[in-house]
């Protein structure tokens, strides 16, 4: 089986920098994602790492150890508009492109 | 606006019953998967299917089940349904259907079973 964590909860300060991680126990993955979720919504895509190290798309960050197990996201210059849910997902080796996601990071920002 | 439709946007039923959830992929997209949200589970897979077939399968259970048409539109087919099965229904579509590659959520639908 594979377990995916994730802090349930984080409260950071708007033009902050706030840095989620996602660790898991899997056998083997092709892939990890980041989606951002606003309640109710659909969740959208963020990063997509397959390799390690970072992988940078504009405020955001997305960094892979494969050997540790562990990934960050990195939101620079938080806005109130990131407050929202944060999930990482893998694709598991063997499961079709299906993607298995963890608990989630509700992030709340504030002023 | 992901590209990927879903309909209806809500549903409210009663115990026993059975609904029906469609969803368009994005054009040229070939594969599509079903998730389920509900508030103690987090985001479930469900099934996934390319170009017309099924590739994977969760924890889908036995009362649910989805095909893929020839214009590549997915249903999800839940039948005698239980209060546990209210939740936010997401289908997503990428254009391929391994190794990678981003998924696409549409808007949901929402289910609610009294």
């Known amino acids: 089986g594979q377990n995916i964590d994730q802090p349930t909860e984080m409260t950071a300060t708007e033009g902050a920098i706030v840095q989620i991680n996602c660790t898991y126990q899997?056998?083997?993955?092709?892939?990890l994602f980041w989606y951002q979720q606003h309640a109710g919504e659909a969740p959208t895509f963020l990063s997509y790492?397959?390799?390690?190290g970072l992988e940078e798309k504009g405020r955001f960050s997305s960094f892979l150890s494969r050997s540790k197990g562990y990934s960050y996201l990195l939101l620079k210059e938080l806005q109130m508009k990131d407050s929202a849910s944060y999930l990482c997902?893998?694709?598991?080796?063997?499961?079709?492109?299906?993607?298995?996601f963890g608990t989630g990071t509700q992030l709340k920002v504030e002023l | 606006d992901s590209g990927v439709t879903q309909t209806p946007k809500h549903l409210i039923t009663a115990t026993g019953q059975r609904v029906t959830l469609r969803c368009s992929p994005r054009?040229?997209?070939?594969?599509v998967y079903w998730y389920q949200q509900s508030l103690d589970q987090g985001l479930q897979f469900l099934i996934q299917?390319?170009?017309?077939?099924?590739?994977a399968k969760g924890n889908i259970l036995e009362r649910f089940s989805a095909q893929q048409f020839p214009d590549l539109h997915s249903e999800l087919n839940l039948s005698s349904l239980e209060l546990g099965d209210s939740a936010l229904y997401f289908c997503?579509?990428?254009?391929?259907?391994?190794?990678?590659?981003?998924?696409?959520f549409g808007p949901g639908t929402r289910l609610t079973v009294l």
């Open positions: 997503a579509s990428s254009e391929r259907g391994q190794r990678g590659g981003e998924q696409f």
């Open positions: 899997t056998s083997g993955f092709n892939g």
């Open positions: 790492n397959v390799l390690d």
């Open positions: 997902a893998l694709i598991l080796t063997g499961g079709g492109n299906k993607l298995t």
């Open positions: 054009s040229g997209d070939l594969s």
């Open positions: 299917y390319y170009n017309g077939e099924e590739r």
